[in-house]
């Protein structure tokens, strides 16, 4: 990069420093509300597993002449042992709220000005669009990580807590980096959306869909015959006991699939947001 060039973004970057602090001020009100409650619940669900391991001894026990019903009902329980449980307990719960959390930020941080008209004074200022959808991308990934990262930390240290040596350390991290990627991939859906569809796109929207992707991946989870839904949802990875099976757990064609679509939406949406009226 020349030097009148960096000379030109660090003063672009000063003409807009006031409406980034007061977007990263409202932003980080959400992004505390969600990680709170979503780390919350993960710890007290977590923290229920010895309730639902003697629980799940019991109903077996009931059922001991029906292993086909014993295996139905594990399945539905996921309390084998803690990986499974948190998968299909925790992790479902910190997966839906993940999910939900990337497509409003997605949605807000580019309708948001639209909402509140702030855009007037963003288009007055010495920059280019592209500069600002670049700055407010990076504000989602650093905050969707910020978030992941925070209920991954309170997610191990209960599962050490009431499942120490019953688990893969590394197969923990192995999920938390896919569900890292699960978030980015949905909020990125949402951004490009939002940025196809301004005023069009809704808060309301981005919730029904981050919902109908949960849907999906619970469909695709019922049976052989309805494991085609893990390729309609990102969501999916969520499912997946990789706490026990590791990586090989992962479906890397729906992981791709979900980087490519919202990869194309974005760029799609970028040259839209810098051709067309906001109005």
């Given at each position: 990069m020349k030097l009148s060039e960096m000379k030109n973004e660090n003063k672009s970057n000063k003409n807009l420093s006031p409406l980034y602090v007061l977007e990263r001020k409202i932003n980080l009100k959400t992004l505390i509300i969600f990680?709170?409650?979503?780390?919350?619940?993960?710890f007290l669900v977590v923290a229920m597993f010895p309730l639902m391991k003697d629980a799940l001894a019991q109903i077996k026990e009931m059922f001991k002449d029906n292993p086909e019903m014993q295996q139905t009902i594990v399945e539905i329980m996921g309390a084998q042992n803690i990986g499974a449980y948190f998968v299909m307990q925790g992790g479902q719960i910190w997966g839906l709220v993940a999910c939900i959390y990337a497509a409003v930020l997605g949605c807000t941080l580019i309708c948001g000005n639209l909402k509140d008209g702030s855009y007037e004074m963003l288009y007055t200022q010495n920059v280019s669009r592209s500069q600002i959808i670049k700055h407010k991308f990076f504000r989602m990934l650093i905050n969707l990580t910020i978030f992941n990262l925070t209920c991954g930390l309170v997610g191990l240290i209960a599962m050490l807590i009431w499942g120490y040596g019953e688990f893969n350390v590394l197969n923990y991290f192995v999920y938390l980096l896919f569900v890292i990627i699960m978030t980015i991939q949905?909020?990125?859906?949402?951004?490009?959306?939002a940025l196809l569809g301004k005023r069009k796109y809704t808060v309301f929207l981005s919730v029904v869909m981050a919902v109908a992707f949960y849907f999906l991946a619970t469909l695709g989870i019922a049976g052989e015959n309805f494991e085609f839904f893990n390729y309609l949802t990102p969501f999916a990875v969520a499912f997946n006991d990789v706490l026990n099976l590791g990586i090989g757990s992962i479906n890397y064609w729906s992981v791709g699939i979900w980087t490519v679509v919202p990869t194309v939406l974005v760029l799609l949406g970028l040259k839209s947001y810098k051709n067309s009226d906001l109005v």
């Open positions: 990680t709170v409650v979503s780390a919350l619940l993960l949905i909020g990125s859906l949402s951004f490009g959306l």
